[in-house]
């Protein structure tokens, strides 16, 4: 690696672990938010947005530039295209931490509604997955990374406990059918996050195994 790459490769590491504390923090917020059920503290996750779309772009920017100036090879190209899809999926995680402040915002007008216990639970699994996953790739850990990829499961059995106790819910009072409606959007939006932090930890082993697990979740990581 000359000089010049590898100054370029550091600041491109700085820049995807600044985006995911970001990124991160607005999870958190937004999930507090809901359970909650805090307008302003989700109003701090929509404004952080704009934040989140700029740094996206800067380090995509940053990859091509990489790609063009230096032609990396080897783990080096393996680095750059990893940073380019991590880069993707906290884009579009900042955007479901987004969509879940603005379900909060709706379900603030139902004070009645009560929100299900199984969501604080699921989302510290969620959030502690994309900690895990970003700290993989800092660290070069595929192993890290293979056990985050193993907590989705946790996750969609969270989200199945909530799926099954909303239904309930809007079967036995009809006039909780829109809350619950708002509350299964932004658990869903949870699952998504999990899913696209999944996605993350299988680029980091693609990054220090070059294999690319994606496509195969139960077979790679059900054992």
Known sequence: MTKHLQRDMEFLEREIITQSSLVEEMISKASRALYEVQVDLANEV???????????????????????????????LRETATVLKINSDLERIADLAVNIAERTIGL???PNF????????????????????????????????????????????????????????????PSLIKPALHFFSSARHIERI????????????????GEIVRHRHKETFST
Not at 61 to 76: G, M
Not at 122 to 137: C, E, G, H, W, Y
């Open 46 to 76: 929509i404004e952080k947005e704009r934040a989140i779309n700029e740094s996206e772009v800067k380090i995509e920017e940053e990859c091509l530039k990489i790609l063009a100036l230096h032609q990396p090879v080897a783990v080096d």
């Open 108 to 110: 603030s007008h139902y």
């Open 194 to 209: 999990a899913d696209h932090t999944t996605n993350i930890a299988e680029d980091v082993i693609y990054l220090t195994e």
């Open 114 to 173: 009560r929100i299900p216990a199984s969501l604080e639970p699921m989302t510290k699994v969620t959030v502690s997955m994309l900690r895990d996953a970003i700290d993989a790739f800092i660290d070069f850990d595929s192993e890290k990374a293979r056990s985050v990829c193993k907590r989705d499961d946790i996750v969609d059995g969270y989200n199945r406990e909530i799926i099954n106790e909303i239904y309930q819910l809007m079967q036995t009072d």
